[in-house]
């Protein structure tokens, strides 16, 4: 199908575009940008005005739920919400039940994902069998299935020898490794950030050492083996200092945040809201302004929703009984836009946090609209409020700590592949 949008502001941060032009696409590739291709005739014509034209978003973190735990979410419905949040591209950990680290489970869940024409799906395999920490996965053949990185998602890994053959393993192929910084030890029973609400609440507490001390463990042997080490969902200060420290010290490292400590923290937990129960857990003010200064100066990488959804049943208990999680792509673009104009960001700067730098993290060719591209664009109203409610998320998981606010920014169109997969 040959698509022509026309009269958007058409900002690509990979190509440093931010100007008003039309984008031509044909043969499920961007065929040319501003001035029509000769001979080019449109099946169908997308005004844009008013709209923003970008890629399609990018987000590094985002569990499908499948297969396993459809009970929480179905692939169905979660690409729906991709589909709604303006996500063409996503990753999804490999904590599913069983885990991914078979390469028969990660082409089912590849082949499903292809088959609802959808969102694209980049699975993280297993970087040990089962999660479990002891036995390494064979790393090549899971890439050969469609694995873009490895990592433990929240389980721990406790032996740092298993670890450290894991990344002397990735790094002979040049496989990617993404860690969360977590000691197991420190933060067992743990359900909130070890600050004043906790101690408050009386609530197990998550000290930011644990993140720390997981953390200096994986640069050493990251330095030591020359594995790409990833950081995924860094949650403190002293975190981001160190992140900070290791890429300027020359380290191949990268680093994500989730979209939620960007805005919260555990000031946000209220009396005890378990809305707000995640992971890791909603740490300090002090934090929060430390992960927003390491988004300024290029220490964090990427913007991921961190989508987890649950089911009601599991978040409706008790604080430190809940289950940590929350559903996020369809918040993501809007709560980016948001943290953009609070601090003073620009368009451009703010987007590439959720298109090209993550596809880049990914190492896959996503994330900008470059002629010969895929045709993957996102479309939104940056004017359009809205309030969020829980029974209008396409999400199957309805939990959110954002229950109620009022966004601003909202996806008009998505298109996957030169196709049209959602409108407004």
């Given at each position: 199908m040959n698509i022509h949008i026309k009269n958007g502001r058409l900002i690509d941060p990979s190509n440093k575009i931010d100007s008003k032009?039309?984008?031509?696409?044909?043969?499920?590739?961007?065929?040319?940008?501003?001035?029509?291709?000769?001979?080019?005739?449109?099946?169908?014509?997308?005004?844009?005005?008013?709209?923003?034209?970008?890629?399609?978003?990018?987000?590094?973190?985002?569990?499908?739920?499948?297969?396993?735990?459809?009970?929480?979410?179905?692939?169905?419905?979660?690409?729906?919400?991709?589909?709604?949040?303006?996500?063409?591209?996503?990753?999804?950990?490999?904590?599913?039940?069983?885990?991914?680290?078979?390469?028969?489970?990660?082409?089912?869940?590849?082949?499903?994902?292809?088959?609802?024409?959808?969102?694209?799906?980049?699975?993280?395999?297993?970087?040990?069998?089962?999660?479990?920490?002891?036995?390494?996965?064979?790393?090549?053949?899971?890439?050969?299935?469609?694995?873009?990185?490895?990592?433990?998602?929240?389980?721990?890994?406790?032996?740092?020898?298993?670890?450290?053959?894991?990344?002397?393993?990735?790094?002979?192929?040049?496989?990617?490794?993404?860690?969360?910084?977590?000691?197991?030890?420190?933060?067992?029973?743990?359900?909130?950030?070890?600050?004043?609400v906790a101690t408050r609440l009386g609530l197990p507490a998550i000290p930011v050492v644990a993140e720390t001390i997981a953390l200096s463990t994986m640069l050493q042997l990251a330095r030591e083996t020359g594995v790409k080490l990833h950081v995924c969902r860094i949650s403190s200060a002293e975190g981001v200092e160190m992140v900070r420290a290791a890429k300027q010290s020359g380290l191949s490292v990268t680093c994500d945040v989730s979209m939620n400590h960007v805005h919260l923290s555990e000031m946000d937990i209220g009396y005890f809201d378990s809305n707000f129960r995640l992971s890791p857990p909603l740490r300090s003010l002090r934090d929060r302004a430390a992960l927003r200064a390491g988004l300024l100066d290029g220490t964090i990488d990427a913007i991921c929703s961190n989508h987890s959804p649950v089911d009601d049943d599991a978040k409706q208990l008790p604080f430190g009984e809940a289950e940590a999680g929350a559903t996020g792509m369809e918040l993501l673009l809007p709560l980016v836009l948001k943290w953009a104009a609070e601090e003073n960001v620009s368009m451009p700067d703010a987007l590439a946090h959720i298109t090209i730098n993550p596809a880049q993290l990914l190492g896959v060719k996503m994330g900008h609209l470059s002629v010969g591209a895929h045709a993957d664009v996102c479309m939104f109203d940056p004017e359009f409020t809205w309030k969020v409610e829980p029974s209008a998320l396409k999400s199957q998981g309805k939990n959110t700590p954002f229950n109620g606010y009022t966004m601003q920014g909202r996806v008009r169109h998505t298109i996957v592949e030169g196709k049209v997969a959602y409108s407004l």
């Open positions: 032009q039309d984008v031509f696409i044909a043969n499920k590739h961007i065929l040319a940008i501003g001035k029509a291709p000769q001979n080019f005739a449109a099946d169908q014509v997308i005004d844009a005005t008013g709209l923003i034209v970008i890629p399609g978003l990018v987000d590094v973190a985002a569990r499908l739920r499948e297969p396993g735990y459809e009970y929480k979410a179905t692939l169905e419905s979660e690409m729906e919400a991709a589909m709604a949040g303006g996500v063409t591209s996503l990753s999804c950990p490999p904590d599913t039940d069983p885990p991914l680290d078979e390469p028969g489970l990660v082409e089912m869940l590849k082949h499903r994902a292809r088959s609802l024409n959808q969102a694209r799906v980049f699975p993280v395999g297993a970087l040990t069998y089962g999660l479990k920490g002891a036995e390494l996965t064979e790393m090549i053949e899971l890439t050969d299935a469609g694995c873009k990185a490895f990592s433990q998602a929240d389980a721990t890994l406790n032996d740092t020898r298993v670890l450290m053959r894991a990344m002397q393993y990735a790094a002979t192929f040049g496989y990617r490794v993404w860690l969360r910084p977590q000691d197991a030890f420190l933060a067992k029973d743990g359900v909130a950030h070890d600050g004043e």
